[in-house]
Nanobody, 122 residues
Framework: HVQLVESGGGSVQAGGSLTLSCVAS????????MGWFRQAPGKEREGVAT????????YYADSVKGRFTISQDNAKNTVYLHMNSLKPEDSAMYYC????????????????WGQGTQVTVS
């Protein structure tokens, strides 16, 4: 049974940091592209960061480049999103996603999704 469980969200002041975690079960994350997406109320879902299954290449939305870092620990089957210099516009529900062809621009290619973790920046 494939499952993604996010954690680490919360409320933080602008300029602060948070690290989100996504624990996967039922598959090995090393065989999938893994990504973080977010959606704020009234806005479309936005790709935040992905890490590739081939070579571990990382991609980021322009809005988070230099502030966010995606990483993974294959031994723990866990993906992380380290978020620094947070801004109020980063407030959203953050979702972990996985898929062989999952990319920032193609969330429809992400086969599996978590339930999300809320990040609020004030």
């Amino acid at each position: 049974h494939v499952q993604l469980v996010e954690s680490g969200g919360g409320s933080v002041q602008a300029g602060g940091s948070l690290t989100l975690s996504c624990v996967a079960s039922g598959f090995a994350i090393s065989n999938y592209n893994m990504g973080w997406f977010r959606q704020a109320p009234g806005k479309e879902r936005e790709g935040v960061a992905t890490i590739g299954r081939v070579g571990g290449e990382t991609y980021y939305a322009d809005s988070v480049k230099g502030r966010f870092t995606i990483s993974q620990d294959n031994a723990k089957n866990t993906v992380y999103l380290h978020m620094n210099s947070l801004k109020p516009e980063d407030s959203a529900m953050y979702y972990c996603a996985a898929g062989p062809w999952c990319t920032l621009a193609r969330p429809g290619k992400c086969n599996h999704w978590g339930q999300g973790t809320q990040v609020t920046v004030s």
